[in-house]
């Protein structure tokens, strides 16, 4: 009987600990906001224009910002992650454009692209993305540069 005890321990124990391991591992791997991230939602929160566009990059693994810049900052947003999340028209249409913007090597179709689409930000996980000299030279200041996040206002 004490055996039967001491096997329902240590399995007890071997499952929480195993638990809480991929517990820790599942959090790691679908966590889309780190404190670089949130510093610089709460900036687009406090200093972001109503209206304005956010074109965004995603996070490394093909996560959007999207629905925190949207519901966190309350900026309307286009992301450029991989096309295949998208099925609406519409939703597509600004996939197009956030790819367009992020990987132009024209500062002025960047600039046209931004003007036509009401585009006031761009926000880029450094992880995705670098920050190329197209942006500035499009009128894309960098506001807010952190180890894995950039945010650049058009002047």
Not at 90 to 112: C, D, M, W
Not at 115 to 131: A, P, Q, S
């Amino acid at each position: 009987r004490s055996a039967l005890v001491a096997l329902c321990l240590v399995l007890a124990f071997t499952l929480i600990v195993v638990g809480d391991q991929r517990m820790k591992a599942g959090l790691d791997y679908f966590r889309a906001v780190d404190s670089d991230t949130v510093e610089a939602l709460n900036w687009l929160a406090k200093y972001g224009k109503p209206g304005t566009i956010v074109v965004e990059s995603g996070n490394s693994r093909g996560i959007q910002y999207l629905w925190w810049i949207e519901g966190y900052a309350k900026l309307p947003s286009y992301s450029a992650v991989d096309p295949r999340w998208f099925n609406f028209r519409e939703e597509k249409r600004q996939n197009s454009v956030a790819q367009a913007v992020l990987s132009s090597k024209s500062s002025a179709e960047i600039s046209r692209l931004a003007e036509e689409n009401h585009i006031g930000y761009i926000f880029l996980d450094k992880r995705v993305k670098t920050l190329s000299p197209q942006f500035q030279e499009a009128g894309f200041a960098p506001y807010f540069p952190k180890r894995f996040a950039h945010m650049l206002a058009s002047s």
